[in-house]
């Protein structure tokens, strides 16, 4: 596709359910970024895919966030036992290259976001 | 804690009025990025600056990296009510995760 693109747009749910949200990354972009983003904050990193390496997951806040990634391809973050303050915009990002030194690939180009609220 | 601060927090201009926002890591930076998100949407990548004291210009906006490689700036001349939204900093902190500043909200009174 032409750019990030990010299901379901909007998600409720009620406390205690698991909740599944899908990344569909740019064609070709061998990384991938989960954020969160709280109303009127900043972004928090979750989690990070590069390639076939062992997946980043230092941000993730609690043992209910996982993430898988096929490849270099769709990613799923799923939350289990949605708790109310898991409430915010789930935000997926991908790249061509690594963050780190100069590469003009460094660009991140994000999707709509998954607006998740818990009951 | 927050690796990369990032001020001010808030700030309201009247249309015309210039704008900065600031940001500091904690640590030396291979780079930094500028990304912009207007309310309701998603960051959007607006520059990357890679070299000590670079700087570079998108119309009127004006990105500074610091000679240390630990400080950055964005400056918009003669702001205009499309410059309205939130304007965040990352650096690459540890490894390959990019870390953001909490971000600067810019409202323009016209």
């Known amino acids: 596709g032409a750019g990030v693109s990010q299901s379901p747009s909007n998600k409720v749910t009620e406390k205690g359910k698991d909740v599944e949200l899908r990344c569909d990354p740019i064609?070709?972009?061998?990384?991938l970024y989960w954020y969160r983003q709280r109303l009127g904050q900043g972004l928090e990193f979750l989690i990070y895919f590069q390639g076939n390496s062992a997946p980043d997951k230092s941000g993730l806040p609690s043992d209910r966030f996982s993430a898988e990634r096929t490849g270099e391809s769709v990613s799923t973050l799923t939350i289990q036992r949605t708790q109310q303050e898991d409430s915010a915009v789930y935000l997926c990002?991908?790249?061509?290259?690594?963050?780190?030194?100069?590469?003009?690939?460094?660009?991140?180009?994000f999707g709509p976001g998954t607006r998740l609220t818990v009951l | 804690g927050q690796q990369v601060m990032q001020i001010p927090q808030y700030q309201h201009v009247q249309e015309g009025e210039d704008f900065t926002t600031y940001c500091n890591s904690s640590?030396?930076?291979?780079?930094i990025q500028w990304y912009k998100q207007r309310p309701g949407g998603h960051p959007v990548f607006l520059i990357q600056l890679v070299k000590s004291g670079e700087v570079k210009k998108q119309k009127r906006l004006t990105f500074q990296f610091g000679e240390a490689k630990k400080n950055s700036s964005l400056h918009i001349t003669a702001t205009q009510t499309t410059d309205v939204g939130t304007y965040f900093c990352?650096?690459?902190?540890?490894?390959?995760?990019?870390?953001f500043g909490a971000g600067t909200i810019l409202r323009v009174k016209s």
């Open positions: 990352a650096g690459p902190i540890y490894g390959n995760k990019l870390v």
């Open positions: 990002a991908s790249s061509l290259g690594f963050v780190t030194g100069s590469s003009p690939y460094n660009e991140q180009f």
């Open positions: 064609s070709g972009h061998t990384a």
């Open positions: 640590t030396t930076l291979s780079n």
